[in-house]
């Protein structure tokens, strides 16, 4: 019992390290999947949780927290204290140990019925995300918060190790977890032993033992030289917005929520994106224009860019939007044109990317995931800035690339990636 109240005690501090899981089982045999696995904390549904469970847990340094589905979301909890309320995405707050959401599209290159590669406005392969959104959240949220984002499997369908790799991924591209909820027949499979579901949860815990060693490397602030403005009311809380159309081509975005916008600090910004000018206070205005003055290009947008939120609450784009969204973003492609903002990547049509970077700028990172089924060959990464070494992280193990600079960038070749890498210029 001191035990549980101590650690209890500690969970303001501590909550944020969670690494979460959804878990079906409540038979203390099942914590034997976890011996290798960075997994620390499983969300057990409320009317199956056991303190006898939760006392074995706690032997191996796992939490259980019990989990209670709402008409808002899910509520988290540990005792009597609540640690999380993981809502609908209209009524999430912005306050917390952790911040997040139940809803979320499943990552992963979209096909239509026949089977074909659905493009998007880009032309390029449609890939679903919730990695704008996500990106958007930690924007939004005081230093410190640790956002979740807890969406599952669609219903029906089994997947393999693969598409749980993009999930993790997806999320961590945004510098926040995903809470692992694996589908029923891989569920089922796992917890009877099967061979192939064991191999497969090995690929999976290696992907998250691999994000949770190179933690300070996602969670660093987003670099590059473009800057968009968005508020709530501009479309940024769902997929399928601006933000998502140029994060398809790789172009590295810094977000600067509205009521951030008098506090940030925008030295490298070449081109700044004001969605909604109109929704800015004088002050605000004025922000933008000291940025100007700096040498950045200030786009402003039009009515047209500014995307209401669905009042259904809905995460994806009505139709009756569409047309707006792809006359928006021919405009801003055409602003965007072929120009480096930090970092372009070539011969990548399923992978999304992020750039980040210590305050000094010496060092940066490019987080990339894989949204395809099959290992990608010859990406190549071209980095604004001379960097001297190039080093490949990934779930296998890392590698050292071959350089080649030219008068104001670096040319790095990639010569396979499997699923999710970081790649570190110095």
Known sequence: MIQVLILAALLPSKVGECVPARWVSTDP???????????????????????????????????????????????????????????????????????????????????????????????????????????????????????????????NTVLGPQRYIQAIGDAALAGARWVISLDRDFQKRLLAGDAKALEGWKRINRALRFYEDNRELWTQSEAGRLAVVQDPGSGALFSGSILDMIAAKNIPTAIVPTDRLMAASLPDVRLLLNIDPAGLSDAQKEKVRAVARQGATVVNGPPGWKLDLPQDGSITIPESQVKQLDDAWREINGILGRRNFGVRLFNASSVLSSLRAAADRKKVALHLVNYSDYPLEAVTVEALGIYKTATLLTPQGRRKLEVFTGEEQTEITIEKMEDVAILILE
Do not use: H
């Open 29 to 155: 045999a099942s914590l034997a999947l976890l011996a290798e696995s960075p997994i620390n904390c499983l969300l057990v549904e409320e009317s199956k949780f056991t303190k006898e469970f939760a006392a074995a847990a706690l032997e191996k340094n796992i939490r259980v927290f019990s989990a209670a589905e709402t008409g808002e979301g899910l509520v988290v909890r540990e005792g009597s204290a609540v640690v999380a309320r993981l809502t609908t995405r209209s009524r999430m707050a912005w306050d917390g140990v952790v911040v997040g959401s139940t809803q979320g599209l499943w990552p992963g290159v979209k096909a239509e019925k026949a089977g074909k590669v659905e493009a998007r406005p880009t032309g390029t392969a449609w890939i679903e995300t919730n990695s704008g959104f996500l990106r958007f959240v930690r924007a939004n949220v005081p230093d410190g918060t640790t956002v979740w984002i807890a969406n599952q499997p669609p219903e």
